[in-house]
């Protein structure tokens, strides 16, 4: 964690712009209304690198943030964010204006005016800055969604990954190898609940969208489990095989092959910091591999060494 700011330690006349300051370098200009005296200004923030992703938490003063046409034409970022708002919030933007309560969750295009506004006397925001690139979805897709958050039945899934993450900030960015995994995980969820709240032309994709987020979510959760299958992940998630591989599409390979890199990856990096006299094998059953050839056949396809020269090579520094 780093924090950014402490209002309480600076002059009460330098605050306000401070603030703005730490406001403005998480990735785009708006402007802010602090609800209270100079005095009283007690803002803290917190920013994160999370894998492709940037975290700011803002504790303390409520603020009123709004990004205007004129802002847009002077600054517009390919940037989107994800806002967790414990203490609820009120939102406006592409027409529309909604009071959120407790644990809301709101989407942020910097391409679009708007207005967001802490409700109460004391608040916090989580929120989550990444590309558009990487959210992989037009921004009328996202502008669509906007307004239509509250009707996504992958609204809770997605509040409750933000209140989960939320909680565990250090220890999630204590690894960068986590940190990655974590970034692409809100990433996937961001992209799920858009395509389900934006409809129209996307309403043909919402499902699958849906349920793709959700099987990316089940396997990273049960990925050291050695009967993880596409049989048992279609059962579980209540959907026919064929269901789940339409669901799944060609964007990573076939679901098989990604489980696959997914576990060979945390194999890789468990094995740089390996305690002495483990061997490579037992690391990979505990990441779901039951047969020792086809785990030292799959490792060195993917990354051109055998699990034993990987360790030899980290070894050697």
Do not use: K
């Not at 517009?76 to 027409?95: D, H, M, S, T």
């Not at 489990?225 to 059962?235: F, S, V």
């Not at 468990?270 to 059953?285: H, I, K, Q």
């Amino acid at each position: 964690m780093a924090v950014v700011l402490d209002a309480l330690t600076h002059p009460p006349g330098d605050r306000a712009e401070l603030v703005h300051d730490v406001i403005a370098r998480s990735g785009a200009r708006r402007r802010v209304e602090l609800r209270a005296p100079p005095e009283a200004v007690d803002v803290r923030a917190e920013a994160w690198e999370v894998g492709a992703t940037r975290v700011l938490r803002t504790t303390g003063t409520p603020m009123t943030l709004a990004r205007t046409a004129r802002d847009v034409r002077a600054d517009a970022p390919e940037l989107v964010a994800i806002a967790l708002v414990p203490g609820g919030c009120r939102y406006a933007a592409r027409g529309a204006e909604r009071e959120v309560g407790r644990d809301a969750v709101v989407i942020v295009d910097f391409t679009t005016p708007y207005t967001f506004a802490h409700t109460g006397t004391r608040t916090s925001s989580f929120v989550t800055h990444f590309s558009r690139a990487d959210l992989g979805l037009d921004v009328d897709d996202v502008r669509a969604a906007i307004p239509r958050l509250h009707a996504s039945d992958l609204l809770p899934l997605v509040r409750g990954h933000l209140v989960a993450m939320s909680g565990a900030m250090d220890a999630a960015t204590a690894s960068p190898a986590v940190a990655a995994d974590l970034g692409r995980a809100t990433i996937d969820l961001t992209r799920a609940l858009v395509a389900s709240a934006a409809g129209g032309a996307r309403a043909r994709d919402v499902r699958h969208e849906t349920l793709r987020a959700r099987v990316v979510a089940h396997v990273r959760a049960h990925l050291r489990e050695h009967d993880l299958t596409p049989a048992r992940i279609a059962a579980e998630h209540h959907v026919s095989l064929r269901t789940l591989y339409n669901a799944w599409g060609d964007r990573d390979g076939r679901l098989t092959d990604w489980i696959v890199r997914e576990r060979l990856e945390h194999v890789r990096r468990e094995l740089a910091v390996r305690a002495p006299g483990t061997s490579t094998f037992a690391v990979a059953r505990r990441w779901g591999f039951v047969n020792a050839a086809h785990f030292s056949r799959r490792f060195r396809d993917a990354y051109g060494v055998t699990p034993t020269e990987w360790v030899a090579l980290v070894t050697r520094g």
